[in-house]
């Protein structure tokens, strides 16, 4: 079910580059439905702990203008069926493949050193407690100009490789 819903994500997220409600819907209600034929209370609170957790990492990285709001969705889709423990080997995995997608995506588009300038620029405004977007507008996802990566591609990638290392 979670191969199924990141992949139908990840194709939506390229070809729109958004993710749709009426899918993360199905993949949340999924993962609790599941959780709780297959464990009962136990079932029902490791969907819920995996949802509050992704979703509460998620929701961070979205009000600091560095992800969608589908890409929160998502991932409190993907926590709700995997559960908290296997939610976060997905998300470093994630992480890991979102930061290789965007390497090869700002080498492609020769930004390498404005990327790296600007990573630095955001280090050192969150140890200042202040949100990057507010003085930079480049590192706001929401703007126009700046460089995005259809994150849903990410996400795919790190469940499915999480998959893929726990099934072989």
Do not use: C
Request: aromatic share 12%.
């Amino acid at each position: 079910m979670v191969a199924a819903l990141v992949i139908v994500a990840a194709a939506y997220d390229f070809r729109f580059r958004r993710i749709p409600n009426w899918l993360v819907l199905a993949g949340i209600v999924s993962g609790f439905v599941l959780n709780i034929l297959y464990g009962g209370f136990s079932g029902f609170r490791t969907s819920g702990l995996g949802f509050l957790l992704a979703f509460g990492i998620y929701v961070v990285l979205f009000t600091l203008r560095a992800m969608g709001a589908g890409d929160v969705k998502l991932m409190a889709g993907v926590g709700s069926l995997v559960g908290p423990r296997n939610w976060f080997v997905i998300f470093l995995i994630t992480a890991v493949a979102g930061g290789l997608l965007a390497l090869v995506l700002v080498i492609a588009k020769k930004r390498l050193r404005q990327t790296l300038w600007n990573v630095g620029f955001i280090l050192r405004e969150m140890m200042s407690l202040r949100a990057p977007y507010m003085t930079r507008e480049e590192v706001d996802v929401t703007n126009p100009q700046a460089i995005t990566l259809p994150h849903g591609i990410a996400i795919a990638a790190g469940t499915l490789l999480f998959l893929a290392a726990n099934v072989f």
